[in-house]
C-alpha cells in the first residue's frame, strides 16, 4: 500500500491535488492511472528482483534496456573452486522429459562442456578463457532492478504464451509476487 500512496502523491503532483490524499484513496487513483495509460508516473518507483535461471534466459532478460544489472560473472567466477561445488552447475529444460533422446542429448552436450571447461583451466587457462565453452544452460544469478513502468513492459512479453518456456518458468511467478505486493499496478496482466 505504501508503493500506491507514493505513486499517488507523485501523479497527483501533475493535477495539484494533493488535497484529495485520503487513506483509501491511493488504490482508485493508481488505478485510473493504469486504466488511462498515464503509465509515465509508475516510473517513480523501482523494484529489485534477484532471477536465479540460465544464461540464455538471462541474456532476453538484459535486452530490457530501462533497468539495471549485476549478474554473476563467468569472467570472475572459476567453477572449479570449492565455492561453486567443483561443477558447472546447470538448469535443466522443463520442455524435455527426463531420459527422452532430446533430454538425453542436451545432458552429454553439459558434461562435454564441463569436461572442457575444466580441461581448459588443467592447462592454464584462466576462468575468462574457459567459460568459451560454457552452455547458455549454465545457471547464472542476476538482480534485476526495473521501474514499474517497465516491470510492466517486462512480464508483457516475458510472460506471453510465445515467450521462452524456461523465460515464463520465472517471469510468471515473479508476476504472481508482484499482483500480491503491488495490487493494482499488476492486476491487468493476465497470463
Known amino acids: ?9 507523485a501523479g497527483r503532483t501533475c493535477y495539484k491535488s494533493e488535497e ?4 483509501e484513496s491511493a488504490i482508485s487513483f493508481v488505478k485510473k492511472l493504469i486504466d488511462r ?12 528482483v534477484r532471477f536465479i535461471c540460465d544464461r540464455g534466459v538471462s541474456h532476453e532478460i538484459v535486452r530490457h534496456r530501462i533497468a539495471s544489472f549485476a549478474q554473476e560473472s563467468t569472467r570472475y567466477c572459476n567453477y572449479s573452486k ?5 561443477e558447472i552447475t546447470v538448469i535443466e529444460p522443463l520442455f524435455w522429459e527426463k531420459d527422452s533422446p532430446a533430454y538425453n542429448v542436451w545432458e552429454t552436450a553439459c558434461a562435454a562442456a564441463e569436461r572442457f571447461y575444466f580441461e581448459l ?4 587457462a584462466n576462468a575468462q578463457e574457459a567459460r568459451s565453452v ?4 549454465l545457471k547464472t544469478e542476476i538482480v534485476v532492478t ?4 517497465e516491470w510492466r513492459h517486462f512480464f508483457k512479453l516475458r510472460t ?18 508482484f499482483k500480491e505486493m503491488i495490487p493494482v499496478v499488476f492486476d491487468d496482466i493476465v497470463v
Open 134 to 137: 560454457l552452455p547458455n544452460s
Open 82 to 86: 570449492a565455492q561453486f561445488g567443483n
Open 160 to 177: 506471453a504464451p510465445t515467450a521462452h518456456p524456461q523465460m515464463r518458468e520465472v517471469a510468471i511467478p515473479a508476476l504472481n509476487t
Open 121 to 124: 583451466l588443467k592447462r592454464g
Open 37 to 48: 495509460g498515464h503509465e509515465a508516473m509508475i516510473e517513480h518507483f523501482s523494484v529489485s
Open 146 to 149: 526495473m521501474n514499474l513502468r
Open 20 to 23: 484529495k490524499i485520503t487513506d
Open 1 to 9: 500500500m505504501e508503493v500506491l500512496k507514493a505513486l499517488e502523491v
